[in-house]
């Protein structure tokens, strides 16, 4: 794969999201949750990030505010030069074509009352690509690129298993032809055997077509096998942010650390040490003070309650957000 | 780098190549809900049973509105022997053209000697139009007005709930009569209103706030799930997420709910024309009831039992079938 160190594909810059609590008669703001709280990261063409963090810690936010799904505070995200938050909602189409979105729950993510054909060339129809049997054409060129029988062309998605209902979520996502995918957890909500089999048909397209994958997951293994660089987030921040191997070798924050501790390996008699961690992850509508992983960090002092330290490099492309880290 | 997977696999192997052929055409889930249904005994006779009471109003229907040639049993004007003739025994009578002759009337007469069968059958053409009419305009009213105030929130739903908020704090009933008596004998914009016209009217009016509110909190839930949201990451425009992506998952919602609501309709018409606010110079089930309460004391029970049976059949097969069709087309539901 080319690299093109200088020109990143998706540059993400200090994004937030947060959503309003609404509270009392009138609908009054109390409050916001910080789903995503200063996210900052880049993504080379070709490449995979993947973005691991804990069931509540704003990954899949972060996904959908890059597709303008959901309203960004502030922040910048840069496509291809482009600033992504500064297109008016009408004229978003061109963006749609370049970028596009797969989900994690095969069962909810196709549209239950259309069939094969109708899902997959919607995307052609609302572009105004194809129409009649060139779409048809090119509906059935997509089943095949996924691994999918044209024969299926008819059939509804109650019709299908969980694999072949995300390997239409992919045939949909690839309608357009776009540069870049958010995986949004694709796998988590399948069998291993076929977690294996998607994940491989995503690196094969990957290889065909040059797309760069955002690939948000919880499983480390299933990242570790996909993923160039590897983000981890805690409470609506990156915490850690380095490419695969250094990351899953040398660790430097100790979320991290417990994160990759709780691997469990397949070796039976192997004791292991693990850093298990106390306590519930704090509510992003009132983080703590000072770094948000303090309350569960075993090597938490004083100065970690008062003050947040940044995303720091410690190695080239090892980035970390903790005081530890340096000792 | 990997090439075909075992799924796609098993289907190309030779051991496979003549099962191909077999394998069965897609099914949607309407298909699929119909032909669960189809199984049901049950809700099988009682669909033909509304077919039927359908089927006759509508061919009241059409022999009043094209002018045919009325068949015995539409004239329900007819008098066809003396008053109060008691059901199922023969009597003497003598007909238009002075002959006499010994005749049966199968459900006895009322108090000006009309067919009581004649009649009842006739009060499910006054029945059906009412509801029909009656839900089509609360489906046109509830239905947009749910789906708006679901999708896009924000002040209109604000409006919306308030309209409905405040329209379920006057009891039902009431509210119904209300509107009833202001609609009656009115012209709006050159429109006549007359007899049942401002029943079903009042009716529609009133009754919409249960299916808006339905509608309004399954689009909330289905908004936000996946795949209305690779609907929008793909460009979909909001008519086309509405009209193509979430009103046809709710579908089955509207159908269901006419069913059981169809039932109400028609007991309504009932109640207000018990009242006297309904049909007054044709007949209709609430009519006949209405006019049973001086009839029974003379014995005179069949008036009464005729249009109580003609409902109880009518309100229980549109129940049973709402039931099983809410069984069969909600996915949700599905047992197997």
């Known amino acids: 794969m080319v690299s093109a160190e200088n020109n990143p594909l998706l540059e993400v810059h200090d994004l937030k999201t947060y959503f309003p609590i609404r509270a009392g008669f009138f609908g009054r703001i109390a409050g916001y949750v910080k789903a995503v709280d200063g996210v900052s990261f880049r993504i080379h063409p070709g490449k995979t990030l993947g973005l691991v963090g804990e069931s509540g810690c704003g990954k899949t936010t972060v996904g959908r505010t890059i597709l303008r799904l959901v309203p960004a505070v502030s922040g910048r995200i840069l496509f291809d030069g482009c600033d992504v938050l500064q297109i008016p909602p009408a004229r978003l189409k061109p963006l749609r074509r370049q970028m596009q979105i797969m989900f994690q729950d095969p069962y909810g993510s196709l549209n239950p009352r259309m069939n094969v054909e109708t899902i997959v060339g919607e995307p052609l129809k609302v572009h105004g690509i194809a129409s009649g049997s060139s779409r048809r054409q090119r509906v059935v060129e997509l089943l095949e690129q996924v691994g999918l029988s044209p024969r299926y062309l008819d059939r509804y998605p109650h019709e299908f298993s969980g694999g072949q209902r995300q390997r239409i979520g992919i045939a949909r996502a690839l309608a357009l032809g776009p540069k870049f995918l958010v995986c949004d957890e694709p796998v988590s909500a399948l069998d291993v055997s076929i977690q294996s089999q998607i994940i491989n048909l995503l690196m094969d397209l990957q290889a065909r077509l040059g797309l760069t994958y955002l690939f948000i997951a919880h499983d480390l293994a299933v990242v570790r096998h996909i993923s160039d660089e590897v983000a981890v987030m805690y409470l609506g921040r990156i915490v850690e942010h380095a490419p695969r191997d250094i990351l899953f070798e040398h660790p430097l924050h100790p979320y991290t650390q417990a994160l990759l501790s709780a691997i469990p390996v397949p070796q039976p008699g192997l004791r292991q040490k693990r850093i298990v961690l106390t306590g519930e992850i704090p509510s992003p509508a009132n983080p703590p003070s000072g770094c948000p992983f303090h309350p569960r960090c075993p090597l938490a002092e004083e100065r970690c309650r008062q003050e947040q330290q940044v995303l720091a490099e410690y190695e080239k492309g090892h980035w970390a957000a903790c005081w530890k880290a340096a000792t | ?336």
């Open chain 2, 1 to 336: 780098m990997l090439g075909p997977t075992r799924e796609s696999n098993s289907n190309e192997h030779p051991a496979f190549a003549g099962l191909e052929e077999q394998i069965p055409p897609g099914r949607s889930l309407w298909a699929d809900g119909l032909r669960r249904l189809r199984r049901q005994r049950l809700a099988v006779v009682c669909f033909w049973i509304v077919v039927l009471y359908l089927g006759l109003a509508g061919f009241e229907f059409a022999v009043e509105l094209f002018d045919w040639e009325k068949p015995a049993f539409v004239r329900w004007n007819e008098i066809v022997g003396p008053s109060y003739q008691k059901p199922m025994e023969s009597y003497e009578w003598t007909d238009e053209q002075g002959r006499s002759c010994i005749r049966r009337a199968w459900m006895g007469t009322d108090f000006m000697g009309r067919s009581t069968l004649r009649r009842t059958l006739y009060g499910a053409k006054t029945s059906i139009t009412v509801a029909l009419c009656a839900s089509l305009i609360s489906l046109a009213i509830g239905v947009p007005l749910g789906a708006a105030a679901g999708y896009f929130r924000g002040w209109i739903d604000d409006l919306i709930i308030w309209l409905i908020s405040t329209l379920s704090t006057i009891p039902y009933l009431l509210l119904l009569m209300a509107f009833a008596v202001v609609l009656r004998d009115r012209t709006f914009w050159g429109i006549e209103l007359r007899g049942i016209t401002s029943v079903y009217l009042a009716m529609g009016l009133t009754s919409w706030v249960g299916i808006c509110r339905l509608i309004r909190g399954e689009f909330i839930k289905r908004k936000e799930s996946e795949y209305v949201l690779a609907a929008k990451a793909t460009g979909c425009s909001n008519a086309r997420i509405i009209f193509s992506h979430l009103l046809p998952n709710v579908f089955h919602i509207i159908i269901i709910d006419l069913s059981l609501r169809f039932v109400d309709f028609i007991h309504a018409e009932v109640i207000l024309s018990f009242l006297g606010l309904g049909e007054t110079d044709k007949p209709s089930w609430g009519a006949m009831i209405d006019a049973a309460r001086a009839e029974l004391a003379r014995d005179v029970w069949w008036e009464m039992t005729a249009a109580t049976v003609a409902i109880f059949l009518l309100s229980l097969s549109l129940n049973l079938l709402g039931d099983a069709l809410r069984d069969c087309l909600d996915p949700k539901l599905r047992m197997d």
